[in-house]
C-alpha cells in the first residue's frame, strides 16, 4: 500500500489528465454504435456494441469477458466480465446498459445528431452520452486509471455486468442474474445512472422507485354516434373516464386510492437522510409546482419517499380529426411510480374495489401489471456511508444520500439474487433530456464522476472496504 493521501491524489490526478486527453473520443466511438433496443432493426448494433465497444476495452485491462444471448428469445445480449486479484478481497459488482432509446433523429435541433457526439455550448450532445453510455464508460475509465497508478494492480475484485435490454424493461435479466448468482457473487454494486438531485449536488442514491401500469377503459358501443341526435342522450365514456380520474387523483395531485400508499407513511430513516435535501435544477422546462402532490411533504419526500399517480396518455375519439359523434370509448394509460413501503400485488385489487365504491363500474382496468420493481438499500448501510466519506473526501464538499432515485433501474434483481447493497453515483442531471431528442451530458458533471469513482477505488483497494 502507498503513503496515505500521496497515491491518492496521483491517482486522481491521473483519472483527471484521462478525462481531459481521452474521454470524450472513447464516449464518441461508443455513441456512434447505434445501439438501441427499441428498434428491431438494431439489434446487430446492441451484440456489436458489446462485442466492438466494450469487449476489447475490457480484455486491455485484464478482464475475462463473455457474450451471452439473453435467455429470452428476442431479446439484446448480456456482458459479463470478471478480474479477480484474489478471492479473499472485497468484490465490487460494475452495472450498466449498453441499449438506448430509440434516436428520434428527425426531432434533433439542427446540427446535432443521436449517434454523434456534438459539443455546443458547453455540453456533449448525443444518444447515450448519460443514458448510460457515458456513465458506465466513466467507471471503467476511472477503474483504468487506478489500475495504472497502482502499477496493474487494483487491490480488490471487479466484475462487469452491462445489458441491452434495459431500456426493455430490462427482459430476461432477472433470470439471467439467478442463472449465473455464483459467477456474479459481490460484496456490493457502485455503478451509475439516471440524474443527480441538482447538477452541482454530487448524490448517492440507495434504489428506485418501481413502476406500474394499467389501462382504464370506457366502452361503450361499437361505434360513434351523431352528437346532435344523441348528445345530451346517451353516455359520453371520456366524461365518465374523466370524472373517474378525478375519484383517483383529486385536483392538486394527491393520491385518493389511500390503499396505494405507505402504510406507516414515509420511514423514519428515510425522512431523516432527505432532511434538507433540494431536488431540481438545470434549467427544464417542467417546474415544482408547491401544491402539487400529497399535502404536508417537502419536494424530495414527494419523490424519493412516496407514491405517484401519472397518466401517461388519454384518448376519445379521434383528436386529429374530430368528428361530429359521441365517442364509443375512451382510454387512459396510467403509472404508479411507487416505493419498496408498499406492495404492487394489490394495486388493481385496491382500484377495482375504489372505483366500485364511487360508482364507477363501467370504468374496466386492463393490461395493469408490474413494469419495474422497485429497490432500496438502507440509506444508513455502511456501504452507503463508506461511498458517501469517500466521494466527500475527493470532491471536498457534500454529497446527498436519497433512499432511492424517482426513476426506474433493476436494482431488485442484484438485491434478490445476489444480496448486495445498492450504492448508484449519477454523472447527469434532470434536465440532460434522456429518452428526448437532444440528450446530452455536462463534461464538468462527467470529470467530477471519474474522480469520485478513482477515490473510491482507491480507498477500496487501501483496505477500506466497511464491514457490513
Given amino acids: 500500500m502507498t503513503a496515505a493521501g500521496q497515491g491518492r491524489d496521483a491517482a486522481l490526478e491521473r483519472a483527471r489528465v484521462l478525462f481531459d486527453e481521452q474521454f470524450r473520443d472513447r464516449l464518441a466511438a461508443l455513441v456512434a454504435i447505434p445501439s438501441t433496443s427499441q428498434d428491431p432493426a438494431h439489434a446487430a448494433d446492441c451484440r456489436r456494441y458489446l462485442e466492438e465497444g466494450l469487449r476489447p476495452w475490457l480484455g486491455q485491462i485484464g478482464f475475462a469477458v463473455t457474450v451471452h444471448d439473453n435467455p429470452h428469445a428476442g431479446f439484446g445480449p448480456i456482458l459479463t466480465a470478471e478480474r479477480i486479484e484474489d478471492p479473499s478481497l472485497p468484490t465490487v459488482l460494475l452495472y450498466g446498459h449498453g441499449d438506448t ?63 441491452t435490454c434495459e431500456e426493455r424493461g430490462s427482459m430476461g435479466l432477472r433470470d439471467f442474474v439467478f442463472a449465473h448468482k455464483e459467477e456474479l457473487a459481490s460484496d456490493v454494486l457502485i455503478a451509475s445512472d439516471g440524474p443527480r438531485v441538482e447538477p452541482e449536488l454530487p448524490t448517492i442514491a440507495t434504489g428506485t422507485r418501481g413502476t406500474w401500469h394499467c389501462d382504464l377503459v370506457v366502452k361503450l358501443r361499437p361505434g360513434g354516434v351523431h352528437s346532435g341526435h344523441w348528445g345530451g342522450l346517451t353516455t359520453d365514456p371520456a366524461i365518465v373516464l374523466a370524472h373517474a380520474l378525478a375519484a383517483i387523483v383529486d385536483r392538486h395531485g394527491k393520491i385518493l386510492v389511500r390503499g396505494w400508499l405507505p402504510p406507516n407513511g414515509v420511514p423514519a430513516s428515510v425522512k431523516a437522510v432527505l432532511e434538507g435535501c433540494p431536488v431540481g435544477g438545470g434549467g427544464i422546462a417542467a417546474t415544482i409546482d408547491p401544491d402539487w402532490g400529497e399535502p404536508g411533504f417537502t419536494a424530495a419526500e414527494k419523490i424519493y419517499g412516496w407514491n405517484s399517480f401519472i397518466v401517461l396518455a388519454m384518448t376519445s375519439g379521434r ?129 467530477e464522476g471519474i474522480a469520485a469513482f478513482a477515490g473510491m477505488y482507491w480507498d477500496l483497494g487501501e483496505g477500506g472496504a466497511p464491514k457490513a
Fill in 319 to 447: 383528436p386529429e380529426n374530430p368528428v361530429n359523434a359521441v365517442a364509443p370509448d375512451a382510454r387512459a394509460h396510467c403509472q404508479i411510480r411507487y416505493t419498496v413501503d408498499t406492495d404492487p400485488g394489490t394495486f388493481e385489487a385496491t382500484l377495482r374495489r375504489h372505483l366500485d365504491e364511487h360508482g364507477f363500474q363501467l370504468v374496466q382496468i386492463e393490461n395493469g401489471g408490474l413494469r419495474m420493481p422497485g429497490s432500496r438499500t438502507d440509506p444508513h448501510h455502511p456501504w452507503v456511508r463508506w461511498a458517501q466519506e469517500s466521494m466527500q473526501r475527493t470532491l471536498g464538499t457534500r454529497v446527498q444520500v436519497i433512499p432511492n432515485a424517482a426513476g426506474g433501474l433493476p436494482g431488485d434483481v442484484f438485491v434478490d439474487a445476489l444480496g448486495v447493497p445498492l450504492v448508484w453515483v449519477p454523472h447527469s442531471y434532470n434536465g440532460c433530456q434522456q429518452h428526448g431528442p437532444d440528450e446530452h451530458a455536462i463534461p464538468a458533471l462527467l470529470r
Fill in 101 to 163: 432509446v430509440r434516436g428520434l433523429d428527425e426531432q434533433w435541433s439542427p446540427g446535432l445528431a443521436p449517434w454523434t457526439v456534438t459539443e455546443r455550448n458547453g455540453r456533449w450532445y448525443g444518444r447515450g452520452t448519460v443514458d448510460n453510455k457515458g456513465q458506465h464508460a466513466l467507471d471503467l475509465c476511472a477503474l483504468e486509471a487506478v489500475m495504472a497508478e497502482r502499477g496493474g494492480k487494483l487491490g480488490f475484485n471487479v466484475k462487469v455486468l452491462i445489458e
